[in-house]
T-cell receptor, first 116, second 113 residues
Framework: DTGVSQNPRHKITKRGQNVTFRCDPISEHNRLYWYRQTLGQGPEFLTYFQNEAQLEKSRLLSDRFSAERPKGSFSTLEIQRTEQGDSAMYLC??????????????FGPGTRLTVT | KQEVTQIPAALSVPEGENLVLNCSFTDSAIYNLQWFRQDPGKGLTSLLLIQSSQREQTSGRLNASLDKSSGRSTLYIAASHPGDSSTYLCAVSPPGANSKLTFGKGITLSVRP
């Protein structure tokens, strides 16, 4: 197992364009998380999946953002009509876990988004 | 709302020194606490996880302690070397099914040769 992977690693886009990021979690993990990190800050929670169900979304996740996890495997995060304020590192993490029990989260290398 | 604080924001020490990194959190109702390191432009590497029922965890030269009642955790690094230079972040998760993490801003450690 090679850990959590994310693609692309870097994305430069013009304001107003749509972008999509992909996360492949550790294969046996049923929980998947998206976080966003800006320079000098810790990561901030965006959304969380248990299997294919999206169970929580942060208020940071405006209606321009959508995330999916079809079949409970990989996940995609799409940003529509990007704005300069969307420039950040987007991090994905996965963990195993039973209901009511939380386990160690393992992070991917992140996708660095730059909106020009 | 849970808030996590890490002070100071940056620390520089000579090689070989033992050091302690501090983390405080406002809501003691946590499920677990996790320490990470993050190299510039990279993702996060998990170092240690302490469940709320535990007091400490050790891995090699690292030891993390947790005092829930006072809302504090420390990460102790023994015999530091330049390869330990990185940003160290602590994060806490709440009780319940959603174990989303709330992070501090991190402490940037520089170990001088």
């Amino acid at each position: 197992d090679t850990g959590v992977s994310q693609n692309p690693r870097h994305k430069i886009t013009k304001r107003g364009q749509n972008v999509t990021f992909r996360c492949d979690p550790i294969s046996e993990h049923n929980r998947l998380y998206w976080y966003r990190q800006t320079l000098g800050q810790g990561p901030e929670f965006l959304t969380y999946f248990q299997n294919e169900a999206q169970l929580e979304k942060s208020r940071l996740l405006s209606d321009r953002f959508s995330a999916e996890r079809p079949k409970g495997s990989f996940s995609t995060l799409e940003i529509q009509r990007t704005e300069q304020g969307d420039s950040a590192m987007y991090l994905c993490a996965s963990s195993s876990g039973l209901a009511g029990i939380s386990y160690e989260q393992y992070f991917g290398p992140g996708t660095r988004l730059t909106v020009t | 709302k849970q808030e996590v604080t890490q002070i100071p924001a940056a620390l520089s020490v000579p090689e070989g020194e033992n050091l302690v990194l501090n983390c405080s959190f406002t809501d003691s109702a946590i499920y677990n606490l996790q320490w990470f390191r993050q190299d510039p432009g990279k993702g996060l590497t998990s170092l240690l996880l302490i469940q709320s029922s535990q007091r400490e965890q050790t891995s090699g030269r690292l030891n993390a302690s947790l005092d829930k009642s006072s809302g504090r955790s420390t990460l102790y690094i023994a015999a530091s070397h330049p390869g330990d230079s990185s940003t160290y972040l602590c994060a806490v998760s709440p009780p319940g099914a959603n174990s989303k993490l709330t992070f501090g801003k991190g402490i940037t450690l520089s170990v001088r040769p």
